[in-house]
Structures are given as structure tokens and as C-alpha cells.
């Protein structure tokens, strides 16, 4: 069994090798113009969707349905989408002085029936299909007035949802006539394009490792935009009304996208989408119908910075690490066979045999196999249960198969 395993540590180390001589060569540079509201500049990428270069960093302004239809097919890695909300406001909102609630009242939001809206979800959603690439996901964000129907539509077309995420807003706007709940979150759906989607982004380990080491919940407690974040127009007024804060897209983009990653807002607004992709490391395209929003989005971009690389740079997922089984480990010479393994409280031990098994009396088996009986329990983390000692010190054997991955790394370098 020893001999037929071989040294599976030098088994990795080829195949960690080919996979670097079996990779392209030097990408080809492909010349891709801004066609945004700004002056064209142009960018190098990598190797492209063969049907046209994709307009990074740009905004285009013209009907979202229109202008995806125009892109290649499969380009974008993330879709956040933030479309009319259909309100269905009736009447001037006012406070209790009287004074006017800057509401959203834009034609953009109207729509003549359910029906029409639902014919207008269906189709941007279908443009945005088409364009996601096979493991990209979409966010899609709304209130009481219109997510309901979109998730319908979403799970109709083949999407595969993945969370509900509810945006709890630290400062949302009271309810001034006093005769309803505060409206206080609004709700954000995560799909996939279909449920054989399993690779997928997903930055668990990134997103954990920022929350105290805890899973991050699917309720966000982040306040509405306000203050110098809030784009004005010259005379004072919200740029755009419905301008979302940047702390909400950046949870989005870090928790589901990628340095260099394509993010595409097909209803791109004041561009709060866009300041967190630069700010980030990805590129974006961005699709608004309205000149005035683009122009003020433009500008707002443009005047950013992004991060620094090491502000943004990727935390290792330990899913995605090569696998290590604990005999290479014992066929690499970081434990000898014959050492004895203990639990943290020393009440369990097991002796290590130099077939990588490891025994307890009479008993036999795997690292988890044999942890998860000396507890009797159905199953068990033998990388963190078992225990070796150094120096006078109990360390996890998982620290072992750490300096395994890093040997292999060095060696395929």
C-alpha cells in the first residue's frame, strides 16, 4: 500500500509543474477604448471574447436591454443589478412641517401595469443571462414594491438562488403619515445561473477573517448614503435618488468577484458600483440610460483611487489548497511513524504507523476515522483534533500539512 501510494508529496509537485509549463504563453494585448463620458483612454487586457473588445471601465449610456445585447456572450463574472423599483407612488410624500420628501417620482420608475414591469424584468433578466459567464452570479436588489416578483421571474428563467440577503439601514427614512412599518431594510437576491453552478466566488475565508472569524450573516447593518458620499447637483438636490452607499457594494464586489474581475451594473445610476470596483481592483461596465447620471457618475469615478495592492490582495481559501492525505506527511518526514498523537487534553492517544494510518489499541484507520471514535462521535477534523508535541508544545498536525503546501509551493516554483 506504502509503495503503491508513492511520495504523494512529489506526485504534487509534478503535477503543480506541468500545469505552470502547460500554461499560455504571454497573453496577446488587445487595445480596448473607453467609449464613457470621458475622453477615450485606452487599456491592455488579456485575450477577449472573440466577437469584440469589451469596454472596461466605461459607461455607456443608452437602454440597458439594448446595449447587453450588443456585448459578447458570457464576459461578465458578476452582475450587480439595481433596477426601477416600480414604486407606485400616487401622491407627493411631505414630513410633518410640511416640507417635501425628495422622493423618487422619474419616469424611469413608472410603469403602466404589473404586467409591463414583469415583461421588463423578464427581459433585462434574460440580457443579463446571456452575458454572465457560466460560474458568475447576480445580485439583484429591491424593496417590498418589486423583488418579489423578480425572484419569481429569476427561479422561472433557470437562476439558481443562493441567498436572500436583507440590508438592515442604520438611518432609514421614517414613515411620516404613521400608518405602516418603517420600511428599514431592503432585500438583496444572490443567484447563480442555474443549480449545476458549484465554482462559483465565494471569499469565505476573506469575509470571515474580517468579522472576528465568524460567518458572515445574511443581514447587513450598514447605514443609507448620506453626507459627502451623497453626489448634488449644482443647485443642492440628490444627484440621483436612489444612490446606494458604497459600503454595500464593496461587501458585495469583496465577497463575490475577484482582483481583474468584469463587474457589469446594467442600471449603473450615480455609479456607486463603478467607485467600488476601482477602488477594489476590478473593472466594470456600466449601462445608464440617463446622461446626467452618467455624467455625474463619471466624474465621481474619476476622481477616486484605487487601493492599494496589498490593501485588496486575495486570502487564500483553504478549499481551493491542494489536497494533502496525512502518509505524505509521515513519507515527507515531518512525523515519524511510531510518534504518538494526542488530543489537546492529552485524554486520547494514537500511534502513528508509517503507512500513514494511524492505530488506537486494536483499532485502525484514518486520522478523522479514528479522532471521531476516540470521541464517539460520527465524524471528526483529524487535522485539528490530533496533537504532536515539540519542543515541550502540543501542535495540531495541521500545522504540518501547512509546511507540507509550502514546501510544494517552493518546489514548483
Not at 95 to 100: F, K, M, Y
Not at 156 to 179: E, T, Y
Not at 180 to 190: C, D, K, Q, V
Request: charged share 25%; proline share 6%; net charge positive.
Amino acid at each position: 500500500m506504502f509503495a503503491a501510494r508513492g511520495t504523494a508529496l512529489a506526485y504534487l509537485v509534478v503535477f503543480m509543474r506541468s500545469q505552470r509549463a502547460g500554461a499560455p504563453g504571454p497573453k496577446s494585448q488587445i487595445k480596448v477604448m473607453r467609449t464613457g463620458m470621458s475622453p477615450a483612454r485606452s487599456v491592455t487586457r488579456g485575450p477577449l471574447p472573440a466577437r469584440s473588445a469589451l469596454p472596461l471601465d466605461s459607461i455607456i449610456v443608452g437602454d440597458c436591454i439594448k446595449e447587453m445585447a450588443k456585448l459578447p456572450p458570457e464576459c461578465a463574472d458578476l452582475v450587480f443589478a439595481d433596477p426601477p423599483y416600480n414604486l407606485q407612488l400616487e401622491n407627493a410624500l411631505s414630513r410633518p412641517d410640511q416640507s417635501l420628501v425628495d422622493g423618487v417620482d422619474d419616469d424611469w420608475d413608472k410603469f403602466a401595469s404589473l404586467e409591463d414591469y414583469d415583461k421588463f424584468t423578464r427581459a433585462w433578466l434574460d440580457a443579463v443571462r446571456r452575458v454572465m459567464k457560466k460560474d458568475a452570479t447576480l445580485f439583484v436588489i429591491g424593496s417590498y414594491h418589486n423583488i418579489f416578483r423578480a425572484g419569481s421571474i429569476l427561479q422561472d428563467q433557470g437562476f439558481w438562488i443562493l441567498n436572500d440577503i436583507i440590508w438592515r439601514k442604520a438611518n432609514p427614512m421614517p414613515n411620516f403619515r404613521g400608518r405602516r412599518f418603517t420600511n428599514a431594510h431592503e432585500t438583496l437576491i444572490w443567484a447563480a445561473k442555474s443549480p449545476a453552478v458549484k465554482n462559483y466566488t465565494f471569499n469565505y475565508e476573506l469575509l470571515k477573517a474580517g468579522n472576528e472569524d465568524c460567518q458572515v450573516r445574511s443581514d447587513w447593518f450598514l447605514p443609507i448614503c448620506t453626507g459627502t458620499e451623497r453626489l448634488k447637483d449644482a443647485t443642492g438636490r440628490k444627484a440621483h435618488p436612489t444612490q446606494k452607499p458604497e459600503s454595500l457594494l464593496s461587501r458585495i464586489l469583496l465577497a463575490a468577484s475577484t482582483k481583474g474581475d468584469v463587474v457589469l451594473d446594467p442600471f449603473f445610476g450615480s455609479g456607486t458600483t463603478g467607485a467600488a470596483a476601482k477602488r477594489l481592483g476590478r473593472s466594470f461596465i456600466g449601462i445608464e440610460r440617463d446622461a446626467a447620471y452618467a455624467r455625474a457618475a463619471r466624474e465621481r469615478i474619476d476622481a477616486l483611487t484605487a487601493l492599494p495592492p496589498a490593501a485588496i490582495a486575495a486570502v487564500t481559501d483553504k478549499r481551493s489548497e491542494p489536497r494533502i492525505p496525512f502518509a505524505a506527511i509521515v513519507e515527507a518526514g515531518l512525523i515519524r511513524p511510531g510518534e504518538i498523537l494526542v488530543d489537546e487534553n492529552k485524554r486520547h492517544a494514537a500511534i502513528v504507523r508509517a503507512d500513514g494510518a494511524v492505530s488506537i489499541g486494536a483499532i485502525t484507520g484514518s486520522i478523522h476515522k479514528t479522532g471521531a471514535l476516540a470521541q464517539g462521535l460520527p465524524a471528526c477534523n483529524g487535522w485539528t483534533f490530533w496533537h504532536f508535541e515539540r519542543d515541550g508544545r502540543l501542535k495540531p498536525i495541521d500545522v504540518l500539512r501547512s509546511m507540507a503546501r509550502a514546501r510544494l509551493r517552493q518546489s514548483a516554483e
